[in-house]
């Protein structure tokens, strides 16, 4: 049974919670508003199709003519014909599908989009759209295809045709021809005109979706090292001098002074040693700077996320209330560039907070720096080997990282008989930083392995309060390696532990 929380209302642009929440079963409600800005600009564009203004009816882009490069070409005449002139070509994607929590966020993004009334298209396809969302109906989109130029064509085009019974689609999760995958959910296939068509294809909602999802698992894993750091610095004794306030404050950068205050917090408490080094590896030293700076271009990040959750991105739009007749306006809202720099920024500061959590593992399982507990935090070396293979699987995870961390954005080709002469690879950039952002999230939940792991072998228990509930979290859901066994699944349950877990 949908509870209240599982309800969204197109009255107001979706939200980062809304995308994730759209992956399972979720109530979208059309309000009264959104249906009448549906059904003027839907007037709108009959009155120009027809040439109601007693005047020849314009050319319109997908209405009246063919699409891409063909734009100089007559279309075909039939509006439902053309519903098929503008999505079967389009079906040249290939790879794996995409995940689902992607595909039903990138049509909650798409649903909204169609609903602000710039679009065109008529209040049914919104409603059945919205109607698709009360169940776990989910298209099956191909992963490559996309440029995110003029929006991402492919993908939307594979998500289009399965809502209209074509291709596959997922329905509890099982893969089947998306006919029964509508008969299954108790859905009816999608029936579109040319307009219609175009409107669903013509957005970078797939981008958007993608970025969305991925910025918030690297806030999260952010946020973990952040805490987790902390616990570090405390359970080795160090002195929290590197946190110090008024260093940070002569710094200058606002990301570092806030980030240093929050850790300060949760360092509240704490006692050192007395008998670490005069100064601490970078790992742990310069850790509110590193962390900082990412604090500073998250911040970016989530700029153009609000920017683009709350944008219309289609082509050509409808402005039924402009001064005297209304216009349609033929442009490029389509164009993924925002998203596109800041998944590249995004894929920066993952490989970096990626790196530091490594080095902070490593530094953890090395006896000649932390503080002479066992190589590998090992119980008996030799005997048992503890962390050495979870520290193994961090350097590949940080390789994996580093590999795809070449920027998207700069990487253009021409395409499209020249008519797309520049494009963004936004598509390729989102999608790439949230294969990357999952890896950081297990990075996170390695680093926290490795510091539970310490605390049995011999290091000393947390003397900050926040740090000591950290690590008894831990305690409650990973058991102390010894004997060696299997790491996977404990790594992943730190993971989620520190994905869930109001961190201090």
């Known amino acids: 049974m949908l509870t209240t929380m599982d309800a969204f209302s197109l009255s107001h642009p979706p939200d980062s919670a809304a995308l994730r929440r759209a992956a ?37 882009y997908g209405v009246t003519t063919g699409f891409g490069a063909l734009v100089g070409y007559s279309g075909r005449p039939d509006p439902v014909d053309q519903c098929d002139n503008t999505l079967a070509h389009l079906g040249a994607g290939q790879g794996p599908d995409l995940p689902h929590e992607i595909s039903r966020a990138a049509l909650l993004l798409r649903t909204w989009s169609l609903a602000q009334g710039v679009s065109g298209v008529s209040a049914e396809v919104v409603d059945r759209l919205a109607a698709m969302f009360a169940t776990t109906f989910s298209p099956a989109i191909p992963r490559y295809g996309s440029v995110g130029a003029s929006g991402d064509l492919i993908p939307l085009a594979y998500a289009t045709q399965a809502l209209r019974g074509r291709g596959h689609a997922y329905v509890g999760g099982h893969r089947m021809p998306a006919d029964e995958a509508l008969t299954a959910a108790g859905l009816r296939p999608l029936a ?5 068509a175009l409107a669903l294809v013509n957005g970078t909602s797939v981008t958007t979706a993608a970025m969305v999802l991925a910025r918030d698992t690297v806030r999260a894993a952010h946020r973990s090292l952040m805490a987790l750091t902390c616990l570090l610095a405390d359970t080795l004794g160090c002195d929290p001098g590197f946190l110090d306030g008024d260093l940070l404050r002569v710094y200058g950068h606002t990301g570092a002074i806030d980030v240093g205050a929050r850790m300060r917090g949760t360092l509240t408490g704490t006692t050192p040693s007395g008998d670490r080094p005069l100064q601490e590896p970078y790992s742990i030293r310069c850790a509110p700077q590193l962390l900082g700076a990412a604090e500073d271009a998250l911040r970016y990040v989530d700029g153009v996320v609000a920017a683009d959750l709350g944008g219309i991105s289609d082509n050509p739009l409808f402005f039924p209330d402009d001064v005297e007749a209304g216009k349609v306006v033929h442009g490029g809202n389509f164009f993924g ?22 080095r902070q593992l490593d530094l953890l399982t090395d006896p ?23 520290q193994l699987a961090s350097t590949a995870f940080v390789a994996e990282i580093r590999r795809n961390a070449t920027p998207a954005g700069m990487q253009s080709l021409p395409t499209n008989l020249h008519n797309q002469d520049v494009v963004p690879f936004g598509t390729q950039a989102a999608l790439r930083s949230y294969d990357m952002a999952e890896l950081l999230s297990l990075l996170s939940g390695s680093l926290a392995l490795g510091l539970r792991q310490a605390v049995h072998v011999g290091a000393r228990r947390p003397t900050a309060p926040r740090c000591a509930e950290l690590l008894d979290a831990l305690i409650e859901v990973i058991p102390p390696v010894e004997p060696d066994r299997p790491l996977d699944a404990d790594v992943r349950a730190a993971a989620r532990l520190l994905a869930s877990r109001e961190l201090p």
Do not use: K
Request: no cysteine.
């Open 368 to 390: 000649a720096r932390n503080g002479g507990l066992p190589p590998m935090l090992a119980t008996v070396p030799g005997l048992q080997h503890g962390l050495q293979g979870v």
């Open 337 to 358: 560039q925002p998203a596109a720099f800041a998944a590249d920024l995004l894929a920066s500061v993952t490989a970096q907070l990626g790196n530091l959590a490594e």
């Open 24 to 60: 399972t079963p979720l109530t979208v409600t059309v309000d009264p508003e959104a249906r009448a800005r549906l059904d003027r600009g839907r007037r709108f564009l009959h009155g120009l199709r027809h040439g109601d203004n007693g005047g020849v009816a314009p050319s319109i």
């Open 192 to 196: 579109l005109d040319g307009r219609d």
